[in-house]
């Protein structure tokens, strides 16, 4: 019986120490953000697939990096729009409004979302020139091309709470940055797309993390 006790309590404080320091950080980089959906419409789980990437950086079996981008495409913008409209109730004025300002971002720039854990507490400084966040694009004829603007997205951003609706595991953790790229509209100019996927390029102390599009079609 002593010795029967003895064994609880050293698997007891065994299993205390081993979840000692446990966060939400931890469980986002068990199960990543679009991993974990809950009831999502059709039409938004389509626009993931074809718009979302996700990758991370791990080494010595801990979590450096875990990223995931989010091209803005039409399909997601359309899908932004009519929820905004629907949420809060916006008039037609309201939402005409927002989806030709949603037209013209798209017309002339490639707009992405990226969401990342960096296996800290420390803010990510994007968007400075000295910092080491960068990021870059290659587009479809392999030129490399750099952001013309890098926004923080606040918490309380309507688009950043309607993705957290389906994206459950986007919390507080995780700081989000909309990344904008000029843009030369192929379609309308009649320049043929060329044969080579997008590659969205993030790099920071941790390392390189890549994401990549095969269909450019998406872009234009």
Not at 91 to 114: P, T
Not at 124 to 139: E, P, V
Not at 163 to 178: A, P, S
Request: glycine content about 4%.
């Amino acid at each position: 019986m002593i010795k029967l006790f003895a064994t609880r309590v050293i698997i007891s404080l065994t299993a205390t120490i081993i979840c000692f320091g446990c966060s939400t950080t931890d469980y986002w980089a068990l199960h990543p953000i679009y991993e974990n959906l809950g009831e999502t419409p059709p039409q938004l789980r389509q626009i993931l697939s074809d718009s979302y990437r996700k990758n991370e950086i791990y080494r010595d079996y801990n979590t450096k990096m875990i990223a995931a981008g989010l091209f803005r495409s039409e399909d997601y913008r359309q899908f932004l729009n009519d929820s905004l409209k629907s949420s809060y109730q916006l008039d037609e004025a309201a939402s005409l409004e927002i989806s030709l300002e949603h037209k013209q971002q798209f017309a002339n720039q490639f707009d992405f979302l990226l969401m990342i854990y960096s296996g800290s507490n420390k803010k990510i400084n994007f968007g400075k020139k000295d910092s080491l966040w960068q990021a870059q694009l290659y587009d479809d004829d392999g030129d490399k091309v750099v952001p013309m603007e890098i926004q923080k997205i606040k918490n309380t951003d309507q688009e950043r709470l309607l993705l957290g609706r389906y994206l459950k595991d986007l919390d507080r953790w995780i700081e989000v940055f909309k990344i904008s790229f000029p843009k030369l509209n192929k379609l309308t100019t009649g320049v043929k797309l060329g044969p080579k996927p997008f590659k969205l390029e993030i790099t920071s102390l941790e390392g390189r993390l890549e994401f990549s599009w095969e269909d450019s079609k998406k872009f234009y």
